[in-house]
């Protein structure tokens, strides 16, 4: 399996409330990715990042924000967690980005609920 | 960006083989077809992926027809422990230096004993 720890693993917390969410790698890829999981909706792209302090927004960005410091490290911050941000959310890592075929490797996700 | 159809949900015996179909007439030409799954509770696990030719490792075997327009997640003898959703997708082609997925809402494959 693919290093990739994600921490914390369940978090309960309060709307209003900061939350960081983290995703360690040891796979060294270039390549790392923030996902959200919800009923009825499969997997949607929140965040991503092609390198050390590059990332760009995916298709459900809004009220979440990233940060790239090192390789091995990839933040995701809701900086005033709402209910609806209540979800799994999934870190994935790979190797190459454009042009490349290289498959993307998940970590077992962070469950986390906003009350 | 090409859009993939899978259906619901599907029943297997167990030691059967177990065969998944996907539909993505819109494909084009560069972009290859990836297979997940997602055993409950876990992260997507990936399987195997391809462009035109039929593809096999040690999980599964992949089977693309010859416009592309459709393949078949092959499974050779299933065991209970492959009751997952089975996702189909094509990866986005982007111009931005990314190879982002976008996932459906899968195939819940069901392994019977």
């Known amino acids: 399996d693919a290093g990739i720890t994600q921490s914390p693993r369940h978090k309960v917390t309060e709307t209003g409330t900061p939350v960081t969410l983290r995703c360690h790698q040891t796979e060294n890829h270039r390549y790392m990715y923030w996902y959200r999981q919800d009923p009825g909706h499969g997997l949607r792209l929140i965040h991503y990042?092609?390198?050390?302090?590059?990332?760009d927004k995916g298709e459900v960005s809004d009220g979440y924000s990233v940060s790239r410091s090192k390789t091995e490290d990839f933040l995701l911050t809701l900086e005033s967690a709402t209910s609806s941000q209540t979800s799994v959310y999934f870190c994935?890592?790979?190797?190459?980005?454009?042009?490349?075929?290289?498959?993307?490797?998940f970590g077992d996700g962070t469950r986390l609920s906003i009350l | 960006d090409a859009k993939t159809t899978q259906p619901p949900s599907m029943d297997c015996a167990e030691g059967r083989a177990a065969n998944l179909p996907c539909n993505h007439s819109?494909?084009?030409?560069?972009?290859?077809v990836y297979w997940y799954r997602q055993i409950h509770s876990q992260g997507p696990q990936y399987i195997i992926h391809g462009l035109k030719n039929n593809e096999t490792n040690e999980m599964a075997s992949l089977i693309i027809t010859e416009d592309r327009k459709s393949s078949t997640l092959i499974l050779p003898h299933a065991t209970l422990r492959d009751t997952a959703v089975y996702y189909c997708?094509?990866?986005?082609?982007?111009?931005?230096?990314?190879?982002?997925?976008?996932f459906g809402t899968g195939t819940l494959l069901a392994v019977q004993p």
């Open positions: 819109t494909i084009s030409g560069n972009e290859y």
């Open positions: 994935a890592i790979s190797e190459r980005g454009i042009g490349s075929n290289q498959p993307q490797h």
């Open positions: 990042s092609y390198g050390v302090k590059d990332t």
């Open positions: 997708i094509v990866r986005v082609s982007a111009s931005g230096a990314t190879n982002k997925l976008i």
